[in-house]
Each structure stands twice: as structure tokens, then as C-alpha cells.
T-cell receptor, first 111, second 109 residues
Framework: GENVEQHPSTLSVQEGDSAVIKCTYSDSASNYFPWYKQELGKGPQLIIDIRSNVGEKKDQRIAVTLNKTAKHFSLHITETQPEDSAVYFCAARGGSEKLVFGKGTKLTVNP | EADIYQTPRYLVIGTGKKITLECSQTMGHDKMYWYQQDPGMELHLIHYSYGVNSTEKGDLSSESTVSRIRTEHFPLTLESARPSHTSQYLC????????FGPGTRLTVT
């Protein structure tokens, strides 16, 4: 089955810097890759996603890139702000109809 | 914005009690999921449903059970709660994009 690896597990940046979180997946049939942000005490919130027919997608300060050949995808946050501090999860979905999640990255943005 | 609701948000109960965690969504999604998560940790799929009268066990073994009598409703039941069941329980539903509810934090004393 699908396996998703996520790195790093913790990331600390200064306000205004960029943050990058990387994920790799194993199942070449996977075709949908969402990213979730989870704040303390809340459920994960879908922040951006990408489908396998697209290489990059951007939404304001957030962008996601996908390399299907290498089976990896990344989340890029530019001009980070303290409110970006949260745990971020990547996920992949293919034929199984179920999302397989990475183990999460705790991002801390220091003012 | 996702319209998926979970009640209660917080629950503290004693060992041996029967509990039901409620999950409902107003988006008409056929596919619904339950995850168990310790704070800030991995998401573990414990149950899922692809429609009315369809339920399947997830990747993580759980003593809980679920039912799906109506499209919008996917409750999770623990017949006899134990301290090992203390965790956060997250419900989700999807058409293409998957959305999560706010979660129920369960503490069994």
C-alpha cells in the first residue's frame, strides 16, 4: 500500500523567512496530494492541494510543487507569520480511496 | 468552508461507561471517516464508510464501532470505555476534497 514520508518533523523559522516541508510517496498510482494545517485543539484544515496533472499550484503565500517522476511533493510558505505556526500534514491518495498521511511537521514561526 | 460537526467537543467519563461520539455533515458526502489522534501526532484511520449501510475497519485496530444509517450521520460508539481510549477523535467527509470536523477530545478516567 501507499506510504508517505514527511520531513522535517519540526521546523523553526524567523518571521518573514520561508518554510519548506517535503513529502515522498511510494505508490505511483497516487494522483491527489492535499496539505492540512492543524492548530492546537482543532481539526486539520485543508489549505491547498494538487492533482497529478499539475506541477505547481500557488495560493497567496502558499505553494505546492509535485514531481511525479521522483514521487515527491513540497509545501512552500513565504513571508511566514506567527499565525502560520501549527502542525502541517501532507497526504496522498490513489486507487484505495483513502488518504494516507505523513506524520506531520510542527512549524514554529518566531516573531 | 466545511460543514461537518462533532459533538461533544470534550468528554470526561469513567471507565466502563458506554459513549457515542456524534458526527454529522450537511454536504451530502457519501464517504466519511473516523481518525484517532494523540495531540500533535499521527492521524490513524479507525473506520470509514462509502455510503449508507457501508462500514469498514481502518488501518488501526479499534474497539469502537460505527454505523451509517443516514448519509449525513456517522456516529462512533465505545461500549465500555477504558483509559487506553483517551485520545482525540476526528471525523471527516469528502467528495473529492476531504474535510475534517473540529474533533472530540475524550478522556477516560
Amino acid at each position: 500500500g501507499e506510504n508517505v514520508e514527511q520531513h522535517p518533523s519540526t521546523l523553526s523559522v524567523q518571521e518573514g523567512d520561508s518554510a519548506v516541508i517535503k513529502c515522498t510517496y511510494s505508490d505511483s498510482a497516487s494522483n491527489y496530494f492535499p496539505w492540512y494545517k492543524q492548530e492546537l485543539g482543532k481539526g486539520p484544515q485543508l489549505i491547498i492541494d494538487i492533482r497529478s496533472n499539475v506541477g505547481e499550484k500557488k495560493d497567496q503565500r502558499i505553494a505546492v510543487t509535485l514531481n511525479k517522476t521522483a514521487k515527491h511533493f513540497s509545501l512552500h510558505i513565504t513571508e511566514t507569520q506567527p499565525e502560520d505556526s501549527a502542525v502541517y500534514f501532507c497526504a496522498a491518495r490513489g486507487g484505495s480511496e483513502k488518504l494516507v498521511f505523513g506524520k506531520g511537521t510542527k512549524l514554529t514561526v518566531n516573531p | 468552508e466545511a460543514d461537518i460537526y462533532q459533538t461533544p467537543r470534550y468528554l470526561v467519563i469513567g471507565t466502563g461507561k458506554k459513549i457515542t461520539l456524534e458526527c454529522s455533515q450537511t454536504m451530502g458526502h457519501d464517504k466519511m471517516y473516523w481518525y484517532q489522534q494523540d495531540p500533535g501526532m499521527e492521524l490513524h484511520l479507525i473506520h470509514y464508510s462509502y455510503g449508507v449501510n457501508s462500514t469498514e475497519k481502518g488501518d488501526l485496530s479499534s474497539e469502537s464501532t460505527v454505523s451509517r444509517i443516514r448519509t449525513e450521520h456517522f456516529p462512533l460508539t465505545l461500549e465500555s470505555a477504558r483509559p487506553s481510549h483517551t485520545s482525540q477523535y476526528l471525523c471527516a467527509s469528502r467528495s473529492y476534497e476531504q474535510y475534517f470536523g473540529p474533533g472530540t477530545r475524550l478522556t477516560v478516567t
